[in-house]
Each structure stands twice: as structure tokens, then as C-alpha cells.
């Protein structure tokens, strides 16, 4: 059975891969003279032919025998070659045709016949009886690693394979002999990398080195060489770059570098620097006062165009470039005044002209004409009216003692004055409190934007004294105008309300200019209340003269029965005016001390009333109950009049009334 097995079988050369450890092989230790196996299978299978011989493979033949070296290796078999009957072409030819060997080649074909001795050798099964052998799956193994001979077609299949693995593997080689060569460049290019990177560092080094020692040198001479040194883009924006802000900035540098070379000259010897840097800052000086000049010069010509407004230009080109006058004040003081000097006549120029345009323009506004005939105690009720000219041209009644609306303007919230056009084409009467306003509130206005501009401008070069100065002496033709127009509304009117009006007007100018921080316009006030305190103390004289005059007129004797019975107990029409008036005057004095001059005037006119209408009350004669009731009613109607005001003084007044009322209280 194991011999059966063997049959068919074409090599069976142990393989070098094969472990050593093989117990079950039952190859014995020596070889037989032919090198093939120890048995020859004489009997046949059915069905197949014996072979007539079998091959030997000789171990000096080179080619047979490394082929079948090779296929004993690839079989990986320690098993002999056996023969079997075969009936296909010769081996040994097909080997020659594919090893390319010729035709009269001679080949040995070796025959082994069993012997005797073949027969005596003992072969060792590791203790398996043949059929615990044959069942074992080790000889199934070798059975399995035996393989037939190939035929043409699969030797031209795998010599194919073989071919193309064969291109495969010179493919990967030339692909591994190209990396190699990259990774021999590249190594090649690391290293010059590295040899770099180490120059760099040293370079580095050296560098920051020299950059400490520049830093360290620098620290120490850098103030030193500022000081000493203007940069070209400074020159260059002081001599030919447009005055803006940028100008202003260089400007700055320039006195910043002339500021600290004058210190340093003065404090230590002049080295060759300083000594360079001398006449070049003198020139840079020179050029920029010049064009300071220049520039200063042609905006005050601007204030001098018609139809300019001086205020824009005060934000927009001076105020905006103040520090040139700070520069040019430092450096030329002599010309600094006399540009000074040329801006204070151009806007006393200025104000005054436009100001005595804005007066003609008031002069137009058609007045109510209070004159002496409109005093408490004349009994003529004719009204006249009038403009602020001499010619005087009849207008509509007035009433020279009724407040009325007259106060809304103390209480109005409209600060904006009158403008020349609308004055112009205003065809309303008016009391003089409206000209007066307008033009003291324009004045204000204006006042306080050029006090403002000069501080702001010509400080701190120049003192707020000399400022204060250089404001009056401005506005001086134009508060002169000023006084002028109030003389010629107050001067010869009888209006007491309108003068307490215009009081009051000012004083509230007064606290503007005080709140604004203007105390250069306080002389202009203080001249403004000389003209109208005065002025109304002769018109509330006027009125106590005129009832003085009532009272004298009055007979001292009782008056006839006929007379008596065109008596009235009604109140008097002085009366009615005196109450209308005080109410008047109390309204306008909700705030006024006991030292005011109104104060005393009206209480002086109150006796004069409260004589009159005792010395009226003695025409009942020996009537008492009539006169009497007469004082009754009219303390009671100026008690009524005067019951609404408010203030410290209308209450004493109201308190008084309301005690001469009480007096007579019982006869009404």
C-alpha cells in the first residue's frame, strides 16, 4: 500500500525549507548508488504501462540536475524520485527542447534494477505498523507537496509570470535606485541646510550683538542728536507746505528744537553741532514768521469783505491755527503786536459799521410817543404817537400806565434779536423796550463771541488785562452807538414802564455777560443803567409833580349843594391810572431790593395819591359817610389792581391798601 502510494510520483528530493525533526520519514540514512529511492514499484496499477526505464539523475549534470534541484526545492519533499509507467513524450527531451540544448546531445539514461541488498535495508517507521503509516497525515503531506510534471502550456504560463515578475522586480528596482538617488541628494541638501541654518545662527548672534551695542549707544547719544537735528520733512513743510494742521505740527517741532538748542547754548559750551544747528534753526525760525505773517495778514483782509461773516472766519482760519500767533508773539514780539494791532482796527471797523447799519435799520420801527402829557395827573386823554426821528406822525391810542403784554418780553425764551430786513419791513407800533432789546441783545451776542475769540487766541501769549484792553478798545464806536441809541429813546420819554423795562432788560444782559464769563462788558452795562435809572426818576417825578398839581387845583373849601350833586363816590380817573401804573411796577419788581431807586419813587407818588384823594374826599364837607366810602372804593380798586402781583415789595404794598381799605370799611 505505501508503494502504491509513491507510484506516479516525479521527484522526491527532501527540501531545504523542510523541518529536521521528520519521525515519521522512512528515508534511511545512506543512498543507493543511482540516487533514486530504495524501491522501484515492479508492480503496475491496472491500467497503466510500465516504463521500460527510469530516470537518473546524475549529480554532475548541471542543468538536469539544478532544475530538478529546484523542483525538489519548490516541492519542499525529502522523498526519492520514483518512476512510473508513463506514456507521454520523454522527459529528458522536453528538458533539452526547453533548456535549449541540441539534438546530438548525448544523454545517459541510467538503469537500476533491485538487488539483494536493496531488499536487506531496514527502514525505520517510528514505530507505525504500513497502515498506521499510510493513515498518518504526514505522508499525506508529502503526497500533497509531490507534484505532477508540467506541461508546455503551464511551463509558457508560469515562464510568463516569471517574465513579468521578473520586469516587476527591475521596475521596483529602478524605482529604489531613483529614491536612493533622492534620498542621496537630499541627505546631500541637509546637510548644506544645516550648514546654513548654522551661519545664519552665527550671523544672528553677531547681529543682535551690534543691535544691544546700537541700542546702548543709541539710548545714550539719541537725545543728544535730536536735539541736534531738524528732519528734512520739517524744513521742507515750513518753507513750501500748505498752512494746516500738519503745518501747525511742524511748527511745533521747529519750536521745540529752537526752545532746547537756546537752553543748550546757554547752559554748556557750543560743540561743532550746536554750532551747525544755530544759523539752520534761525533761518527755519524767520521762514515761519514770515509766513505766519502772511497768513495772518490775508484773513484779517477777509474781515474787511462786504457781506463776510466775521465769526466763520474767526472759528475756521484763526482759531483753528492759534498757535501761530503763540509762535509768532515768542519769536517776534514786535510783529506780533502789530498784527495784533491791524485785527483790532479791522473789527472796530467792522462791529461799528455793521452796527450802525443794524441802528438805521431800528430807527425805522415805529414808537408810541409818550410825552409830557402823559403823566398820572394830567386830565387831557389824547394819545399821540411816533418814530424815534424828530417828525411825529398820529398813531393808534396808547395807554401809558397799563403793562399788559409789555412784560412777555422779559419772559420770552426767544434770544435771537431782530434781523435788519425784518425790522425794516415792520409796519407795527411799538413801545421803545423794543429797539432797546434788540440792539443791547445783538450787542450782547457779538460782545461775547469776540471776548471769547481773543481768549482763546491771543492767550497765553497775552495777558486777560491786555485782552480786556484790546476788547474795549474794539467795541468802543460801538457801545458809544450803543449809549446813543438808548439816550435817544429815553431822553424825552414819559414812558415809566418802558423805562423799567429796559431796566430790567439790562440787568438781565448783565447776568448773560456775567454767566458767559464777559466781565469786559460790564462798563457798557454800567454806562446803559446811568442813562436809564436817572431817566426814570425824572418821569416818576413828573407823575408826583402832575398829582402834586391835581391836589393843588383842588378848592380848599367844602363844595355847594349844586356842586355836591355832580360829586361822585366813584373812583377817580387818577386813581385808575395810579393803580394801573403800580401794578406795572410791581410786576416788573418781583425781585427787587428796597434799595432800588423805583422803590422809594413810587412810594413817594403813593402819597401824593393818597394826599390827592384825601384833600378830594373834603369837598363832602362835614359828610363823612360820603368821604369815607369815597377813600373806600378807591383803596379798594387799587388794592384790586395790584392783588395779583408777587415779590416782596408788591406784598407791602398789598398789605398797606389792604389796611386803608380796612379803615374805611365800616362807611361803605
Known amino acids: 500500500m505505501w ?30 548508488p543511482s540516487g533514486l529511492g530504495p524501491y522501484l514499484t515492479s508492480s503496475q496499477r491496472p491500467g497503466l504501462t510500465p516504463r521500460s526505464s527510469s530516470l537518473s539523475l546524475i549529480s554532475n549534470d548541471s542543468s538536469t540536475s539544478s532544475l530538478l534541484a529546484a523542483s525538489r526545492r519548490a516541492n519542499g519533499s525529502a522523498l526519492k524520485q520514483s518512476t512510473t509507467a508513463y506514456a507521454g513524450p520523454d522527459p529528458t527531451e522536453v528538458l533539452d527542447k526547453i533548456l535549449g540544448q541540441g539534438q546530438d546531445e548525448a544523454h545517459e539514461q541510467p538503469t537500476s534494477t533491485i538487488t539483494q541488498h536493496d531488499l536487506e535495508l531496514q527502514f525505520e517507521f517510528g ?12 505522508p499525506a503531506k508529502e503526497s500533497s507537496s509531490v507534484h505532477r510534471p508540467q506541461t508546455v502550456e503551464e511551463y509558457e504560463r508560469d515562464k510568463t509570470r516569471f517574465e513579468d515578475l521578473h520586469r516587476s522586480i527591475q521596475a521596483c528596482d529602478e524605482v529604489l535606485s531613483s529614491v536612493e538617488t533622492n534620498l542621496t541628494s537630499f541627505r546631500d541638501d541637509l546637510a548644506a541646510v544645516s550648514a546654513d541654518i548654522e551661519t545664519l545662527q552665527a550671523r544672528s548672534t553677531a547681529l543682535n550683538v551690534r543691535l544691544d551695542n546700537r541700542k546702548a ?63 539752520l534753526l534761525e533761518k527755519l525760525v524767520q521762514k515761519a514768521t514770515e509766513r505766519i505773517r502772511d497768513f495772518l495778514v490775508g484773513q484779517i483782509k477777509a474781515l474787511r469783505s462786504p457781506q463776510i461773516n466775521a465769526q466763520i472766519i474767526q472759528q475756521q482760519n484763526f482759531l483753528r491755527f492759534k498757535d501761530l500767533y503763540s509762535f509768532l508773539h515768542k519769536h517776534h514780539a514786535a510783529l506780533a503786536e502789530e498784527i495784533c494791532q ?20 431800528l430807527r425805522k420801527i415805529k414808537l408810541h410817543s409818550l410825552d409830557k402829557l402823559d403823566v398820572l395827573g394830567n386830565e387831557d386823554t389824547s394819545r399821540k404817537t411816533g418814530v424815534l426821528s424828530s417828525s411825529k406822525l398820529p398813531g393808534p391810542p396808547h395807554d401809558a400806565f397799563n403793562i399788559g403784554r409789555r412784560i412777555d418780553l422779559l419772559k420770552t425764551r426767544d434770544q435771537t434779536a431782530l434781523s435788519s430786513y425784518l425790522a425794516e419791513e415792520d409796519n407795527g407800533y411799538h413801545y421803545l423796550e423794543v429797539p432797546f432789546r434788540n440792539f443791547n441783545l445783538a450787542l450782547v451776542d457779538n460782545a461775547t463771541a469776540e471776548y471769547t475769540f481773543l481768549a482763546s487766541f491771543f492767550s497765553p501769549a ?86 402834586r398839581a391835581l391836589t393843588t387845583a383842588l378848592p380848599t373849601r367844602p363844595a355847594s349843594k349844586s356842586e355836591l350833586l355832580k360829586l361822585s363816590a366813584a373812583p377817580h380817573v387818577a386813581t385808575q391810572r395810579f393803580g394801573q401804573l403800580m401794578h406795572g411796577i410791581l410786576s416788573l419788581s418781583t425781585e427787587a431790593g428796597d434799595d432800588e431807586p423805583v422803590v ?69
Open 342 to 361: 491791524a485785527y483790532q482796527n479791522t473789527m472796530r471797523w467792522y462791529y461799528h459799521n455793521q452796527f450802525s447799519r443794524y441802528e438805521i435799520a
Open 217 to 279: 549707544v543709541e539710548k545714550g547719544l539719541g537725545p543728544i542728536v535730536e536735539e541736534m537735528s531738524v528732519s528734512p520733512v520739517v524744513i521742507s513743510k515750513i518753507v513750501d507746505g500748505h498752512i494746516d494742521e500738519a503745518w501747525v505740527k511742524a511748527l511745533a517741532e521747529v519750536d521745540k528744537r529752537a526752545t532746547a538748542h537756546e537752553k543748550t547754548a546757554a547752559a554748556s559750551a557750543s560743540g561743532k553741532g550746536l554750532q551747525d544747528l544755530g544759523p
Open 600 to 668: 422809594a419813587s413810587l412810594r413817594r407818588l403813593r402819597s401824593e395819591v393818597e394826599a390827592f384823594l384825601t384833600k378830594y374826599s373834603g369837598q363832602w364837607g362835614s359828610d363823612k359817610r360820603k368821604r369815607e366810602r369815597f377813600l373806600y372804593n378807591n383803596y379798594s380798586l387799587v388794592l384790586t389792581i395790584i392783588s395779583d402781583t408777587t415779590g416782596k415789595f408788591a406784598v407791602e404794598e398789598q398789605e398797606h391798601f389792604e389796611g386803608l381799605k380796612t379803615a374805611f370799611q365800616d362807611a361803605a
Open 3 to 32: 508503494l502504491d502510494r509513491l507510484a506516479g510520483q516525479q521527484s522526491a528530493s527532501p527540501s531545504s525549507s523542510q523541518p529536521g525533526s521528520r519521525a515519521y520519514s522512512p528515508a534511511p540514512g545512506r543512498r543507493t
Open 127 to 138: 514505530g507505525l505498523s504500513l497502515t498506521s503509516l499510510a493513515l498518518s497525515e504526514e
Open 462 to 547: 497775552l495777558s486777560y488785562s491786555t485782552i480786556s484792553r484790546h476788547f474795549t478798545y474794539i467795541f468802543e464806536p460801538t457801545f458809544a452807538q450803543g449809549h446813543s441809541l438808548t439816550k435817544s429813546l429815553v431822553s424825552e420819554s414819559y414812558d415809566a414802564l418802558g423805562l423799567l423795562l429796559s431796566i430790567r432788560l439790562n440787568q438781565h444782559f448783565q447776568f448773560t455777560l456775567q454767566r458767559r464769563k464777559v466781565p469786559a462788558a460790564d462798563g457798557y452795562i454800567n454806562g446803559t443803567s446811568m442813562l436809564l435809572w436817572p431817566r426814570l426818576q425824572s418821569v416818576m417825578n413828573a407823575h408826583c409833580e402832575s398829582v
